[in-house]
């Protein structure tokens, strides 16, 4: 099975900043790579697919980018309801469809 | 609007069955992979089990054995059947859609499933 790992497991940033969230797999998964965000007591919602295609209604601070093993989801300038936990998922080789162990972003 | 709606969580003693259902709207139910992903309180997603559009099936180590997933198209109906049920299998199911873009674009809202003695 392909593992996914998500750096940091947690992360504190204030409104304006720029912020980066890494995920690696343990072999290549060319660009199957997708993010999820999931704010406390809510359904996880896609953000980006294929590791760089936003999602449509995602706001452009959100990017994704990577391929092979390092992918990366970049908030360019967060705002207050960006504060979520972030997974990253490999659709490459199936089943199963490996998730990262989540990375939380909290405010400073 | 595509919609997902899961049903039949609640409590049960370890050793127990349970079957969990998912109706889905809005779009065509037999043209989607369906999936079933949970989530242990305080913890991340781990999936459980998939459905093609031509009934193949997948399971994790973790449910191998033990849980059979299925669909009933003329229904638009998700189903999945647990059984031996663990405290480990404690957590919120969610039933998801795989978009043609291999990924989980639609979650449903969840429903707790309780394992306890």
């Known amino acids: 099975d392909i593992q996914m790992t998500q750096s940091p497991s947690s992360l504190s940033a204030s409104v304006g900043d720029r912020v980066t969230i890494t995920c690696r797999a343990s072999?290549?998964?060319?660009?199957?790579l997708n993010w999820y965000q999931q704010k406390p007591g809510k359904v996880p919602k896609l953000l980006i697919y294929a590791a760089s295609s936003l999602v449509s209604g995602v706001p452009s601070r959100f990017s994704g980018s990577g391929s092979g093993t390092y992918f990366t989801l970049t908030i360019s300038s967060l705002q207050p309801e960006d504060f979520a936990s972030y997974f990253c998922q490999q659709s490459y080789s199936r089943p199963p469809y490996t998730f990262g162990q989540g990375t939380k972003l909290e405010i400073k | 609007e595509a919609q997902l709606v899961e049903s039949g969580g609640g409590l049960m003693q370890p050793g127990g069955s349970l079957r969990l259902s998912c109706a889905a709207s809005g779009f065509t139910f037999s043209s989607y992979d369906m999936h079933w992903v949970r989530q242990a309180t305080g913890k991340g997603l781990e999936w459980v089990s998939a459905i093609g559009t031509a009934g193949d099936t997948y399971y994790s180590g973790s449910v191998k054995g033990r849980v059979t997933i299925s669909r009933e198209n003329g229904k638009n109906l998700l189903l999945l059947q647990m059984n031996g049920l663990r405290v480990g299998d404690t957590a919120v199911y969610y039933c998801?859609?795989?978009?043609?873009?291999?990924?989980?674009?639609?979650w449903g809202q969840g429903t707790v499933v309780t394992v306890s003695s």
């Open positions: 998801v859609r795989e978009s043609q873009g291999d990924a989980f674009d639609i």
């Open positions: 072999q290549s998964i060319i660009t199957y």
